[in-house]
């Protein structure tokens, strides 16, 4: 289940006791245009918008008076904004860009407006509207079509291999990517493999993509000097992943490429730890998988993807070092199938060579977990959502002169 379809469900439930802290003695001068729009622009409207991935828009007063008590009870459940890092020991600085947490004075502005009665303001208080140009997150050089695809009601897709040429009549270096599904409801994920021309695209494993569409994960923009290469006359091999929710439709996917103005001081590219060789048995409520690398050469880690079906309970990367050391780079407790994140650092991480990556992730198959299809079976790796994944995918960049 798309984690969009819960909030239909959630606004079913009871609200309750308020989610957030304390509001009694705080200032009940709090209204939607001066206060909750800013709140609504820095954590919601990027997926909650028109033309946007989720199923309904937070942009108007209208929009969030609506759905104040599905936002109380989204934030008491910890559910929304969705994220999943492991706080930081000791109060430290978080070391994500990205991390979508819900600081206590917006969770103090929410409160207080829920309960002052949801006070609309002047809109003259209001910040300006984000603009997304035609939808895109992103002001996008370049507009690629996939083919159309007919996604049936039900069963079972087959994966889909759509080669979509670019037709560039020069190697570009694209700092910005976004990948938008028609019908996201259907579309589990997609990767994209840049194949160069005269390669054969089964050549590729498959799974070191040059972007991805995952659930909470469509807009990759990196910072000045950093770029992926996409070479003169080069295809792009998208691989569809669908899963029917009982209506049949029909899905075109588009990508979108921003150009950077000048050629970038690194390559980005994208590695997995993968380990493909794995049995889960039945009943098994923490099952636990690994996979590893030693570097061969420095990098520069700019963040994670890690990736699991329906079973995923946990991941976690390690830097080990030559003598055996070990740090964590990344623990993710609570997995969440719904929302499969990219983590990226605020500032690229440097592992030296000889540094082994690991890459570790726990399996829930028994009848305690609410989103296994069957319990009672051993379960292997496969490309469906019933079958199993196990993938930690690296995202680094390499100095460009010598990563040719």
Do not use: C, M
């Given at each position: 289940m798309r984690v969009f379809r819960l909030f239909s469900f959630l606004t079913l439930l009871p609200v309750g006791m308020s989610p957030f802290v304390a509001a009694a003695?705080?200032?009940?001068?709090?209204?939607?245009?001066?206060d909750v729009s800013r709140v609504m622009q820095k954590h919601c409207v990027e997926c909650h918008r028109e033309k946007g991935p989720a199923p309904f828009s937070l942009e108007t007063f209208a929009d969030v008076e609506g759905n104040a008590p599905m936002i109380q009870e989204v934030i008491r459940r910890g559910t929304m904004p969705p994220w999943f890092a492991a706080p930081e020991a000791n109060g430290k600085e978080s070391p994500w860009s990205n991390g979508r947490i819900l600081s206590e004075t917006d969770k103090e502005t929410l409160a207080v407006w829920i309960k002052s009665g949801l006070p609309e303001g002047d809109a003259k208080d209001a910040p300006a509207p984000l603009k997304f140009p035609d939808g895109w997150n992103i002001d996008p050089n370049a507009l690629y079509k996939a083919r159309s695809v007919n996604v049936k009601a039900t069963g079972v897709m087959p994966y889909e291999y759509i080669m979509v040429p670019t037709d560039e009549d020069s190697d570009r270096w694209v700092d910005a990517i976004q990948i938008r599904p028609g019908v996201p409801e259907v579309v589990h994920h997609a990767l994209v493999i840049v194949v160069p021309p005269g390669r054969d695209p089964h050549d590729?494993?498959?799974?070191?993509?040059?972007?991805?569409?995952?659930?909470?994960?469509?807009?990759?923009?990196?910072?000045?000097?950093?770029?992926?290469?996409l070479p003169k006359g080069a295809s792009l091999l998208l691989g569809m992943h669908y899963t029917p929710n009982g209506e049949a439709t029909i899905d075109q996917t588009?990508?979108?490429?921003?150009?950077?103005?000048?050629?970038?001081?690194?390559?980005?590219?994208?590695?997995?730890?993968?380990?493909?060789?794995?049995?889960?048995?039945?009943?098994?409520?923490?099952?636990?998988?690994?996979?590893?690398?030693?570097?061969?050469?420095?990098?520069?880690?700019?963040?994670?993807?890690?990736?699991?079906?329906?079973?995923?309970?946990?991941?976690?990367?390690?830097?080990?070092?030559?003598?055996?050391?070990?740090?964590?780079?990344?623990?993710?407790?609570?997995?969440?199938?719904?929302?499969?994140?990219?983590?990226?650092?605020?500032?690229?991480?440097?592992?030296?060579?000889?540094?082994?990556?690991?890459?570790?992730?726990?399996?829930?198959?028994?009848?305690?977990?609410?989103?296994?299809?069957?319990?009672?079976?051993?379960?292997?790796?496969?490309?469906q959502t019933f079958d199993e994944m196990h993938i930690g995918y690296v995202e680094f960049i390499v100095p460009r002169k010598s990563s040719r």
């Open positions: 003695d705080l200032d009940n001068s709090v209204d939607y245009h001066a590729s494993n498959g799974i070191d993509y040059w972007a991805a569409y995952v659930p909470g994960h469509s807009t990759q923009v990196y910072p000045k000097g950093y770029a992926r290469k588009e990508i979108a490429l921003r150009f950077a103005k000048a050629a970038p001081k690194y390559e980005v590219r994208t590695a997995s730890l993968v380990n493909t060789d794995f049995t889960i048995p039945p009943g098994a409520n923490n099952h636990k998988i690994t996979a590893s690398v030693r570097l061969p050469r420095d990098i520069r880690i700019l963040g994670f993807l890690p990736h699991s079906h329906l079973r995923g309970k946990a991941a976690r990367y390690e830097a080990i070092s030559r003598s055996g050391k070990s740090s964590v780079l990344l623990d993710v407790p609570a997995y969440d199938f719904n929302w499969q994140l990219f983590y990226e650092y605020r500032k690229p991480q440097k592992v030296r060579r000889g540094t082994t990556l690991k890459y570790t992730a726990w399996y829930d198959n028994s009848e305690n977990n609410p989103a296994n299809p069957n319990p009672d079976i051993p379960v292997h790796w496969g490309n």
